[in-house]
């Protein structure tokens, strides 16, 4: 099997099992007794420890081998969903939500620099569209399937994941994947690096922000859902919006190369997600939240490929690189559910959501200085010489 239909197909099986389960475990959590505070520190365990181990697991993958490791993080997340049946404390959850950081930082920053080796700009622009679909089809699919599993018999949807995970593991273990033939990229690299220096930053604040936003929604808004009287498997299925709001916006983006280069188009869907933000500030029918939803869906959709896109466009072993963007993801999943939570328990259960617009609005006039003062710092260099 070529090497990029599988790891499309491995993305799309691990975050649509951890879209299946993850929507039931905030919802485990509360059938156990917990609270906003709990909740939101429960989504920052996990973030704080996949954030750090980040910034190592990348480097590390590309010393062992990415193949290597992605092999040894599959074992262990099917070890990890087979334990959330048997949890009876919140406090077990924490200890399943910490080690799913640590595991998971040992999967995401291998496959992608797996799959951004010997790519020009082209065929890698290419390759992170089918890979983004990928895991966003898994996202798309996981929480309305874990929200109709979870009315009927909360523990096999943890049981499915364990099991769909375990095909994973065995294919990586035994399946032949042919390496792609590698493509000349060293002149355009060398060429356009200047400018992908510049806009390299500029993304991570962006995806550092939708993260933090998405991490606040996804940890809070099935509270609220649940407290405002939505049924598990309707939650589910407006979870689910998410994934296609992003599916749309990976599919759009993968196109074209005209967002590249251009601060522009990274303003706008923030701009559109903070408008979106509103909706869970003031909604109370699920028809409401359908547009917030969306919003944050098609956020991260853009933000996210320009992250990985400006890491992996450079020279050199890309672990290091994807280890860094993954760990801006795991950072704003661990600011945004910690500070959400804090504000819904403290504040008022609507505030997570103006706190995200907030962070969202910050981000932007950061990309905007950062890039006006690198640029000026370029302009001088270049006169110099």
Same mark, same amino acid.
């Given at each position: 099997?070529?090497?990029?239909?599988?790891?499309?197909?491995?993305?799309?099986?691990?975050?649509?099992?951890?879209?299946?389960?993850?929507?039931?475990?905030?919802?485990?959590?509360?059938?156990?007794?917990?609270?906003?505070?709990?909740?939101?520190?429960?989504?920052?365990?996990?973030?704080?420890?996949?954030?750090?181990?980040?910034?190592?697991?990348?480097?590390?993958?590309?010393?062992?081998?990415?193949?290597?490791?992605?092999?040894? /993080?599959?074992?262990?997340?099917?070890?990890?969903?087979?334990?959330?049946?048997?949890?009876?404390?919140?406090?077990?959850?924490?200890?399943?939500?910490?080690?799913?950081?640590?595991?998971?930082?040992?999967?995401?920053?291998?496959?992608? /620099?797996?799959?951004?080796?010997?790519?020009?700009?082209?065929?890698?622009?290419?390759?992170?569209?089918?890979?983004?679909?990928?895991?966003?089809?898994?996202?798309?699919?996981?929480?309305?399937?874990?929200?109709?599993?979870?009315?009927?018999?909360?523990?096999?949807?943890?049981?499915?994941?364990?099991?769909?995970?375990?095909?994973?593991?065995?294919?990586?273990?035994?399946?032949?994947?042919?390496?792609?033939?590698?493509?000349?990229?060293?002149?355009?690299?060398?060429?356009?690096?200047?400018?992908?220096?510049?806009?390299?930053?500029?993304?991570?604040?962006?995806?550092?922000?939708?993260?933090?936003?998405?991490?606040?929604?996804?940890?809070?808004?099935?509270?609220? /859902?649940?407290?405002?009287?939505?049924?598990?498997?309707?939650?589910?299925?407006?979870?689910?919006?998410?994934?296609?709001?992003?599916?749309?916006?990976?599919?759009?983006?993968?196109?074209?190369?005209?967002?590249?280069?251009?601060?522009?188009?990274?303003?706008?869907?923030?701009?559109?997600?903070?408008?979106?933000?509103?909706?869970?500030?003031?909604?109370?029918?699920?028809?409401?939240?359908?547009?917030?939803?969306?919003?944050?869906?098609?956020?991260?959709?853009?933000?996210?490929?320009?992250?990985?896109?400006?890491?992996?466009?450079?020279?050199?072993?890309?672990?290091?690189?994807?280890?860094?963007?993954?760990?801006?993801?795991?950072?704003?999943?661990?600011?945004?559910?910690?500070?959400?939570?804090?504000?819904?328990?403290?504040?008022?259960?609507?505030?997570?959501?103006?706190?995200?617009?907030?962070?969202?609005?910050? /981000?932007?006039?950061?990309?905007?200085?950062?890039?006006?003062?690198?640029?000026?710092?370029?302009?001088?260099?270049?006169?110099?010489?």
């Amino acid at each position: 099997m070529k090497k990029e239909p599988f790891l499309y197909l491995s993305a799309f099986i691990l975050d649509g099992c951890f879209a299946l389960t993850g929507l039931c475990v905030p919802l485990l959590a509360m059938r156990l007794g917990a609270t906003y505070d709990d909740l939101g520190a429960l989504g920052a365990t996990g973030a704080l420890i996949y954030s750090l181990s980040c910034l190592v697991s990348g480097r590390l993958s590309d010393r062992v081998g990415y193949r290597r490791s992605l092999t040894v /993080a599959s074992l262990m997340v099917v070890i990890i969903f087979s334990c959330y049946p048997f949890v009876t404390r919140v406090a077990h959850i924490f200890i399943l939500s910490g080690a799913t950081g640590l595991v998971i930082s040992n999967f995401w920053p291998p496959l992608q /620099a797996w799959l951004g080796k010997g790519k020009n700009r082209r065929s890698l622009l290419r390759a992170l569209g089918g890979f983004n679909v990928a895991w966003s089809l898994g996202f798309l699919v996981g929480p309305a399937l874990g929200g109709q599993i979870y009315e009927a018999n909360p523990n096999q949807v943890f049981f499915l994941g364990a099991g769909l995970v375990a095909v994973l593991f065995l294919a990586l273990l035994f399946l032949n994947v042919r390496e792609s033939q590698p493509v000349a990229t060293a002149a355009a690299t060398v060429q356009s690096f200047p400018t992908s220096r510049l806009f390299l930053p500029v993304a991570w604040v962006a995806n550092f922000a939708t993260f933090f936003s998405i991490g606040t929604v996804r940890s809070l808004f099935p509270k609220l /859902a649940t407290d405002l009287g939505i049924q598990p498997g309707t939650l589910g299925h407006l979870m689910a919006l998410i994934g296609l709001a992003q599916l749309a916006a990976f599919f759009l983006i993968s196109r074209t190369d005209r967002w590249q280069f251009r601060l522009s188009p990274l303003v706008m869907v923030q701009l559109l997600a903070m408008a979106g933000l509103f909706a869970f500030v003031f909604g109370a029918t699920p028809g409401v939240f359908v547009l917030g939803l969306l919003s944050q869906g098609a956020l991260a959709g853009v933000t996210f490929t320009a992250s990985i896109f400006y890491s992996l466009y450079a020279e050199g072993a890309g672990g290091r690189r994807t280890g860094f963007h993954e760990s801006i993801v795991g950072s704003g999943f661990l600011i945004g559910p910690l500070a959400g939570g804090f504000a819904a328990e403290h504040l008022g259960p609507r505030s997570p959501y103006l706190l995200a617009a907030v962070a969202i609005l910050c /981000a932007i006039a950061f990309q905007t200085y950062l890039l006006n003062k690198k640029s000026a710092r370029e302009l001088r260099s270049q006169a110099a010489r």
